[in-house]
């Protein structure tokens, strides 16, 4: 069963929205993990920073070239209460989203990153120091190699995002635990109880998607599979300049889509827009993504003012 909620967000390589609106969390039972949402604002997206899109399609799905996008993260909490954190997003809301949970950063065990960009780590530093002093920071092997990769560095045409991400890394230090993600078929390689880390690579050398739960209840957390939900669903071939291959990043949605939708698994995605999660369903030659039932809140439902963007972080660079 899914939960109602309502959110603000900002935007990500996008306008960051002015004093977003609203930081709240609600929850889904995925076995014996509860997984809360808190967002940082919304935005729109535009149809120019499609790869290879069918200008068809986009007229058909995006008449106007803009959808809906979002930043999102969550909140892992396990029978024994420990606390799981899957990105950070800009930390635009992450500490009021931490108290509507009757949390603190301090009640942070893990944090699970999906990967590197910007509009993910935002959040793990405050000012220039570890902002969770307790928690172990997961991070798949090779996404560690490409942040820190002087060779890809000197490539990139902005370093900044390179900057941030070896930022927090030395932040973090030993406490930064690297990891080889599984297949989805295998159902990942676990790295906590109950939590798994599977492959799906593309939009970065390392993206993983985190699945939660057990027999009796599961959700994969899918990070960036997909930025433009409203034209990635019917048009899954759709990939986007922030895509590092854009060919393996749609290899890996279209598998994803199918394994989710064949197998009836809920998802949560970060730039899933309103209630982040959802099931997703065969349509045609593409997919259908259902959003959460809107009722019925596991989570703490309180407002909380919003916070302003963490220095230093950037909505231009070391984006999705």
């Not at 990070?223 to 890996?252: K, N």
């Not at 197998?263 to 730039?271: F, Y």
């Amino acid at each position: 069963m899914f939960f109602r909620f309502l959110i603000g967000i900002c935007a990500i390589a996008l306008l960051l929205l002015p004093g977003s609106r609203l930081a709240l969390a609600a929850g889904y039972r995925a076995g014996s993990h509860e997984i809360n949402l808190i967002g940082d604002g919304e935005a729109q997206g535009s149809s120019k920073l499609f790869v290879g899109a069918d200008e068809a399609l986009v007229k058909k799905y995006l008449p106007d070239g803009a959808y809906p996008t979002a930043i999102q993260y969550y909140v892992v909490r396990s029978a024994d209460k420990k606390v799981a954190l899957v990105d950070t997003g800009f930390g635009r809301n992450l500490a009021s989203g931490l108290r509507a949970l009757g949390l603190q950063p301090e009640n942070v065990d893990a944090v699970l990153l999906t990967h590197m960009h910007g509009d993910h780590i935002g959040g793990m530093l405050k000012e220039g120091q570890p902002a969770f002093p307790r928690a172990t920071v997961y991070v798949a092997g090779r996404e560690r190699a490409y942040w820190t990769d002087p060779a890809m560095m000197e490539k990139a045409e902005k370093k900044d995002g390179f900057v941030n991400a070896q930022k927090v890394l030395a932040a973090y230090g030993e406490r930064v635990r690297t990891f080889e993600p599984g297949e989805l078929e295998a159902r990942g390689v676990e790295i906590l109880p109950g939590i798994r880390a599977v492959a799906a690579f593309g939009h970065t050398p390392g993206h993983t998607m985190y699945l939660v739960g057990d027999e009796s209840g599961q959700m994969l957390i899918w990070g960036d599979l997909t930025h433009a939900m409203a034209m990635q669903m019917p048009a899954p071939r759709t990939a986007m300049v922030y895509d590092v291959d854009p060919e393996e990043a749609i290899a890996t949605r279209l598998k994803v889509l199918r394994y989710v939708s064949e197998h009836k698994i809920p998802v949560a995605g970060m730039h899933i827009p309103a209630t982040g999660m959802g099931m997703v369903a065969r349509d045609g030659d593409g997919y259908a993504f259902t959003p959460a039932d809107l009722a019925g809140a596991l989570g703490h439902r309180e407002k909380a003012p919003p916070e302003a963007p963490p220095k230093g972080s950037n909505a231009q660079s070391g984006r999705k």
